[in-house]
């Protein structure tokens, strides 16, 4: 069992930054690779961006490429974040954190592939 804990959300104006936390429990945190999804009122849940559990390896959703949203981890401390820049509008949305368990030698962007979700954190951007 991993308990995930999200914090960092609110609301912010268009342009403007936040850095989400998530941390973890559990004493093999570096063998998990992480993930952050969102979901926005009336849509699916999305993926957002995932990390290996050392770090080196990560992967992003083709609408966040370009280098606006930044996934990183700190193994010391069982914390994953999710820098977020320039954020627009469309951002808006619950933001969850997960956890693969199990992960493969490639990072999965599916939502069935993750094990435990955190209770998500409400990011809101205004224009």
């Known amino acids: 069992q991993v308990q995930l804990v999200e914090s960092g959300g609110g609301l912010v104006q268009a342009g403007g930054s936040l850095r989400l936390s998530c941390a973890a429990s559990?004493?093999?945190?570096?063998?998990?690779?992480m993930a952050w999804f969102r979901q926005a009122p009336g849509k699916e849940r999305e993926f957002v961006a995932a990390?290996?559990?050392?770090?080196?390896?990560?992967?992003y959703a083709d609408s966040i490429k370009g280098g606006r949203f930044t996934i990183s981890r700190d193994n010391a401390k069982n914390t994953v974040y999710l820098q977020m820049n320039s954020l627009k509008p469309e951002d808006t949305a619950v933001y969850y954190c997960t956890v693969d368990t199990n992960p493969g030698v490639f990072l999965t962007t599916r939502t069935t592939a993750y094990d435990y979700w955190g209770q998500g954190t409400q990011v809101t951007v205004s224009s």
């Open positions: 990390i290996s559990g050392s770090g080196g390896r990560t992967v």
């Open positions: 559990g004493r093999t945190f570096s063998n998990y690779a």
